[in-house]
T-cell receptor, first 110, second 115 residues
């Protein structure tokens, strides 16, 4: 079966660092995406990992371990605008077909 | 360069009715995928269209159908609406000719409420 797990909610303080974990069990793997989604809006692309290791992009970094079926998204220097849902998604099997986790709602407090 | 556009933004229907949602892909894209996102959940894949044909389908009943037009735009139709069909419907576009790691571009979605 297809299963992607991530924490339901997290809270953090402005200026701090937060790590959002994602574990997956899928019938195939062609890459892992992280998307950010504000309430009522479209998901927006944050990062893509297909090989093991860390990908850094400004305040955001994403890590992948294919052998462990594990990824994390690291957000540094948190800002209030980072309060949103963060979706972990895997390309599994079919072409350009994403399997999403339920999302992690992050609340950033002053 | 216009991104992915969806219409309408909001829609209210009653049980048993039928609904049609529309999507125009990002310029240069030829593949459209539809996702359903229930409140508090991640998007669920409904189906995907390329060259006016349904190429892949998720675990959704036949009440959900679609169409793609020669200009690559797409429609999602849902018949015999149920309360459980209330959700945000997202359209995502991509280019079939790229490798499988092409990121999807999402529209802002249509919020469907079934009363």
């Amino acid at each position: 079966g297809q299963n992607i797990d991530q924490p339901t909610e997290m809270t953090a303080t402005e200026g701090a660092i937060v790590q959002i974990n994602c574990t997956y069990q899928t019938s195939g793997f062609n890459g892992l995406f992280w998307y950010q989604q504000h309430a009522g809006e479209a998901p927006t692309f944050l990062s893509y990992n297909v090989l093991d290791g860390l990908e850094e992009k400004g305040r955001f970094s994403s890590f992948l371990s294919r052998s462990k079926g594990y990824s994390y998204l690291l957000l540094k220097e948190l800002q209030m605008k980072d309060s949103a849902s963060y979706l972990c998604a895997v390309f599994s099997g079919g072409y350009n077909k994403l399997i999403f986790g339920a999302g992690t709602r992050l609340a950033v407090h002053p | 360069d216009a991104g992915v556009t969806q219409s309408p933004t909001h829609l209210i229907k009653t049980r048993g009715q039928q609904v049609t949602l529309r999507c125009s892909p990002k310029s240069g894209h030829d593949t459209v995928s539809w996702y359903q996102q229930a409140l508090g959940q991640g998007p669920q894949f409904i189906f995907q269209y390329y060259e006016e044909e349904e190429r892949q389908r998720g675990n959704f009943p036949d009440r959900f159908s679609g169409h793609q037009f020669p200009n690559y735009s797409s429609e999602l139709n849902v018949n015999a609406l149920l309360l459980g069909d209330s959700a945000l419907y997202l359209c995502a576009s991509s280019w079939w000719g790229t490798a499988t790691n092409e990121k999807l571009f999402f529209g802002s979605g249509t919020q469907l409420s079934v009363l």
